[in-house]
Nanobody, 123 residues
């Protein structure tokens, strides 16, 4: 199982970017998905999450500017980021809670992370 993120880049303050992340591999189902971000020297922080029933949760700094969405059938999650500011500069990581087949008829759930995509907001 792997998560592949894309869409990062350089944008001017006030601009927009859209991040995407796709889960692939031996997947039974994908539960929660979402995005975190990290600045060097700081802890990884929540950006937004979305459940398998499309219930969303946003960090305070994301509310009103970012929108998380997912396509259940394609195991993808996206993050539309508007009104970007320099303080949004970070490496953005997608994650997914993925159910996989275990031994016999059993299954198990664990978290998977994408490789990170850099978002730079600068003039």
């Amino acid at each position: 199982v792997q998560l592949q993120a894309s869409g990062g880049g350089l944008v001017q303050p006030g601009g927009s970017l859209r991040l995407s992340c796709a889960a692939s591999g031996d997947i039974v189902s994908v539960k929660d998905m979402g995005w975190y971000r990290q600045v060097p020297g700081k802890q990884r922080e929540l950006v937004a999450t979305i459940t398998s029933r499309y219930i969303t949760n946003y960090a305070d700094q994301s509310k009103g500017r970012f929108t998380i969405s997912r396509e259940h059938a394609k195991n993808t999650v996206s993050l539309q980021m508007n009104s970007l500011q320099p303080e949004d500069t970070a490496v953005y990581f997608c994650f997914a809670e993925i159910e996989r087949r275990g031994k016999g008829w059993s299954t198990f759930v664990r978290d998977y992370w994408g490789q990170g995509t850099l978002v730079t907001v600068s003039s």
